[in-house]
């Protein structure tokens, strides 16, 4: 089966699963409805797209749209690669609201359905957020400390059912505190709680290690999170940006575990869509980052590989996203089977990091 294929069934059993989840709910049930009509029209607009230009779309981007924070959490990638820097404090410019508006829209029409929207903490950005809103034929997966959310937040959600909070935690209290601070994990559970109540869809981000795998993988924990109204669980592997958090990354018998439980947690859970990153990539023919399933769009419109991968060669404002796709360094990650390549799980892009720098100084040395 072509990736294309694979990854548009995917997105297909995705939206089942959600509107599976929302049938108690007519407001969200309507609006889940709707966008699987939306998602199939953009399945057609893809395949236009490869037939005619060659091109292959992605339906994923991941954006970081914010350069600060209000939390310093340890292992921050979004700090370890620049995009974000202590609170209050930013290493990079970030585009306006049209711009970023601009770029989806470009992206809705190429038949790109999904946008993460990252950090910083993209809560931050709510004038950028606003204006994202109204590119209505896309789903914008806000991943957030979830600190933020209150009664204006709650207002702009309802009103916007296209924009779907994802909170972030590590499992228990204690592991959530000790990366995000004191009082954080409450803090997300109170804003889960608001969600719940408003009958809002919303998910929460796990970064995944040795240390809690455990525990977050447990139906006990899963089952806790569907009694607060969550509907989403993305399980993120970690990924070391820091020297000596090497220990905490999964090991290939982590992902081996990662996959036989999510298969179970599929079945026990089915009105919950579950997703696993980078692990679920092993099914997908490889690492799908540098435009083959995603690719990653900084602050400053910088396409890069992925945000674990902060290399970049072209940027989306001067050439669109249709003109990033076409990047030399996601070509070249392709040829070399960085991205496509053999996956046995954890970030491929990570593993083999000299290798894309390599690749990246190969091709400064070619433009000078």
Same mark, same amino acid.
């Given at each position: 089966?072509?990736?294309?294929?694979?990854?548009?069934?995917?997105?297909?059993?995705?939206?089942?699963?959600?509107?599976?989840?929302?049938?108690?709910?007519?407001?969200? #049930?309507?609006?889940?409805?709707?966008?699987?009509?939306?998602?199939?029209?953009?399945?057609?607009?893809?395949?236009?797209?490869?037939?005619?230009?060659?091109?292959?779309?992605?339906?994923?981007?991941?954006?970081?749209?914010?350069?600060?924070?209000?939390?310093?959490?340890?292992?921050?990638?979004?700090?370890?690669?620049?995009?974000?820097? #202590?609170?209050?404090?930013?290493?990079?410019?970030?585009?306006?609201?049209?711009?970023?508006?601009?770029?989806?829209?470009?992206?809705?029409?190429?038949?790109?359905?999904?946008?993460?929207?990252?950090?910083?903490?993209?809560?931050?950005?709510?004038?950028?957020?606003?204006?994202? #809103?109204?590119?209505?034929?896309?789903?914008?997966?806000?991943?957030?400390?979830?600190?933020?959310?209150?009664?204006?937040?709650?207002?702009?959600?309802?009103?916007?059912?296209?924009?779907?909070?994802?909170?972030?935690?590590?499992?228990?209290?204690?592991?959530?505190?000790?990366?995000?601070?004191?009082?954080?994990?409450?803090?997300?559970?109170?804003?889960?709680?608001?969600?719940?109540?408003?009958?809002?869809?919303?998910?929460?981000?796990?970064?995944?290690?040795?240390?809690?795998?455990?525990?977050?993988?447990?139906?006990?924990?899963?089952?806790?999170?569907?009694?607060?109204?969550?509907?989403?669980?993305?399980?993120?592997?970690?990924?070391?940006?820091?020297?000596?958090?090497?220990?905490?990354?999964?090991?290939?018998?982590?992902?081996?575990?990662?996959?036989?439980?999510?298969?179970?947690?599929?079945?026990?859970?089915?009105?919950?869509?579950?997703?696993?990153?980078?692990?679920?990539?092993?099914?997908?023919?490889?690492?799908?980052?540098?435009?083959?399933?995603?690719?990653?769009?900084?602050?400053?419109?910088?396409?890069?590989?992925?945000?674990?991968?902060?290399?970049?060669?072209?940027?989306?404002?001067?050439?669109?996203?249709?003109?990033?796709?076409?990047?030399?360094?996601?070509?070249?990650?392709?040829?070399?089977?960085?991205?496509?390549?053999?996956?046995?799980?954890?970030?491929?892009?990570?593993?083999?990091?000299?290798?894309?720098?390599?690749?990246?100084?190969?091709?400064?040395?070619?433009?000078?």
């Amino acid at each position: 089966m072509q990736l294309n294929e694979y990854m548009s069934g995917a997105i297909r059993n995705i939206m089942a699963r959600a509107y599976k989840s929302v049938l108690t709910n007519p407001r969200e #049930a309507r609006f889940v409805l709707k966008l699987q009509q939306t998602f199939a029209r953009s399945e057609k607009r893809r395949a236009k797209v490869k037939r005619e230009e060659g091109l292959d779309v992605p339906p994923f981007l991941i954006c970081s749209i914010s350069t600060t924070c209000n939390l310093s959490c340890k292992g921050c990638y979004a700090r370890a690669n620049g995009i974000a820097d #202590a609170p209050g404090r930013s290493q990079r410019e970030t585009m306006s609201p049209e711009e970023w508006k601009q770029v989806f829209t470009e992206a809705a029409d190429l038949g790109i359905n999904f946008s993460l929207l990252a950090g910083g903490e993209p809560m931050m950005r709510k004038d950028i957020l606003e204006k994202v #809103a109204e590119v209505k034929d896309m789903i914008f997966p806000i991943f957030t400390n979830g600190t933020l959310i209150g009664p204006s937040y709650l207002e702009f959600l309802k009103k916007n059912l296209n924009m779907v909070p994802v909170i972030s935690i590590e499992g228990a209290e204690h592991s959530t505190d000790e990366r995000r601070g004191k009082g954080m994990f409450r803090r997300a559970m109170m804003s889960m709680e608001m969600l719940k109540k408003e009958n809002l869809f919303f998910g929460t981000s796990i970064t995944v290690t040795t240390e809690n795998i455990d525990y977050v993988i447990s139906d006990s924990f899963v089952s806790q999170l569907q009694d607060l109204g969550c509907k989403l669980i993305i399980y993120v592997e970690y990924v070391p940006t820091e020297q000596g958090t090497e220990h905490l990354a999964l090991n290939e018998s982590g992902d081996e575990q990662m996959e036989m439980v999510q298969e179970h947690q599929r079945e026990q859970f089915p009105n919950m869509v579950i997703i696993s990153f980078p692990g679920d990539e092993k099914h997908m023919g490889g690492c799908l980052a540098g435009g083959r399933g995603f690719f990653h769009i900084g602050p400053d419109g910088s396409a890069e590989p992925c945000p674990f991968s902060p290399f970049s060669d072209s940027n989306v404002l001067k050439l669109g996203v249709r003109g990033a796709l076409k990047s030399p360094l996601f070509q070249r990650l392709r040829d070399a089977r960085l991205v496509g390549g053999e996956h046995t799980g954890g970030c491929a892009l990570w593993e083999h990091r000299e290798e894309v720098s390599d690749i990246m100084l190969s091709l400064k040395n070619t433009a000078i």
